[in-house]
């Protein structure tokens, strides 16, 4: 079938966005799809090298990717935060021309709007009039407001954005026509199907985001030897709504008799506050940051440790813990959003989000628990590890393929010359936007 992509974001060299913009579309191909991808001209040269160093994978001409360049003075605008929205909102009308005329050509079986994974950003691809997969997509999640203490930005990060994202929905007709036009929207949580689903969404499923290729699973699964330490893990940017002080407020709490050592990897705004709470907490003889570490590195830690802790308190769903259950580690975090609607219960322990106090509190009694539970902790690692490979590229791909076929009825393709790979700008001003 000829399907087309809409990857703003997209390359294979990152993760994130990124990343799941060029899995989808690559693994879209692999199932024997002919592909169409539109995306930014940001990644044009990690895909064409990709492209050249993976050619023998996908039969020459299942795969093309069509760069859509915005404006210069659009480009321009970029570097500042509202510029960013801007910049998403000229390319995806610019990505729906070229779609049009694409489509008049090749005439596209179904469209999947892949990045950006926003619900509150819509997709100009409903115009076209064929079965539309739109995500998975999050934005429906939103940091607790009793623990705004651990988020110094607060007005920042969390008013502003979901003012935004207000603006947003109700503002931009574009939204609402996206979700009820959406043959199917997949959303990365609870909160943000809810929230599809009261804007219209004729219907929605619960879908990850995160993925993980073949090659990241070892052989065989690895066992932990019990030690004398609970070694636990967390991997993560330092931004004020990961919650790395709630993580280390908990550890605080934790049982003088109870011997544990935690592990950080990561860096970023709040790195020069990390010695400062380690020292409010009682925590220096507990704690290692090993700052940025590359991805061998930090691949050798999940396997190093006996446990990952991480307390997010806004996320669609974080990778991390997918990739932590891939090897082996069974999780300790909070009870919300992805996590709640994804990490098996038997996987770990989900503390509940109510307070401050009571949630750390329950944090250092989970600790405790793994401690002196090695069998229930090992336990637990293993389903994680059985969750985490339901979810490679693959596998995510044939689920989506599987919704996709239910949508369209399958016919024969015609022998349609596929276009190369090309960069396009636009040709009409930007008055002539319909809306």
Not at 105 to 110: K, S
Not at 223 to 238: E, H, N
Request: hydrophobic share 45%.
């Amino acid at each position: 079938m000829n399907v087309l992509l809409s990857a703003y974001a997209c390359n294979p060299s990152y993760g994130g966005e990124d990343g799941f913009g060029f899995h989808w579309t690559w693994q879209t191909a692999q199932q024997g799809h002919r592909v169409w991808c539109l995306t930014n001209p940001a990644g044009e040269a990690d895909i064409k090298e990709y492209l050249t160093q993976h050619s023998a994978e996908i039969p020459n001409g299942r795969l093309q990717f069509t760069y859509v360049r915005v404006p210069n003075w659009v480009e321009f605008l970029y570097r500042w935060q509202f510029g960013v929205y801007l910049h998403y909102l000229v390319w995806q009308f610019l990505a729906w021309r070229v779609a049009r005329r694409l489509d008049a050509q090749v005439n596209f079986d179904w469209v999947h709007h892949a990045t950006f994974g926003s619900l509150q950003m819509g997709s100009w691809m409903w115009r076209l009039g064929k079965p539309l997969i739109f995500g998975p997509v999050g934005g429906g999640q939103r940091a607790p407001k009793a623990f705004k203490q651990y988020l110094p930005n607060w007005f920042k990060a969390e008013t502003m954005r979901n003012a935004v994202g207000w603006l947003l929905m109700h503002l931009d007709p574009n939204v609402r026509q996206t979700l009820r036009h959406a043959s199917v929207v997949l959303a990365t949580n609870s909160e943000t199907a809810n929230l599809a689903q009261r804007m219209g969404a004729r219907r929605v499923e619960l879908f990850l985001d995160s993925g993980l290729p073949e090659d990241f699973f070892l052989q065989d699964y690895h066992v932990r030897q019990p030690q004398p330490t609970l070694r636990l893990l967390w991997v993560g940017r330092f931004f004020p709504r990961k919650a790395l002080q709630l993580v280390l407020e908990a550890l605080g709490q934790v049982n003088k008799q109870v011997p544990f050592h935690l592990t950080i990897i990561g860096f970023g705004e709040q790195e020069v506050l990390l010695p400062g709470w380690l020292t409010e907490y009682g925590l220096e003889q507990h704690v290692t940051w090993r700052g940025q570490q590359p991805w061998p590195q930090v691949r050798e830690a999940l396997l190093e440790h006996d446990a990952f802790m991480f307390g997010s308190l806004r996320d669609s769903f974080a990778s991390q813990f997918l990739e932590a259950m891939a090897s082996g580690l069974p999780i300790i975090t909070l009870d919300h959003q992805g996590a709640h609607d994804f990490i098996p219960d038997s996987a770990g322990l989900k503390v509940p989000v109510t307070t401050p106090a009571a949630t750390a509190a329950a944090l250092a009694r989970a600790v405790e628990y793994f401690y002196h539970h090695p069998t229930e902790r090992e336990a637990m690692g293993r389903a994680g590890y059985a969750f985490a490979r339901t979810q490679t590229w693959g596998a995510k791909a044939k689920r989506l393929q599987t919704l996709a076929l239910g949508l369209v009825r399958p016919r024969p393709v015609p022998s349609v010359a596929a276009p190369a790979s090309s960069t396009m700008e636009a040709d009409l001003p930007l008055e002539a936007i319909p809306r």
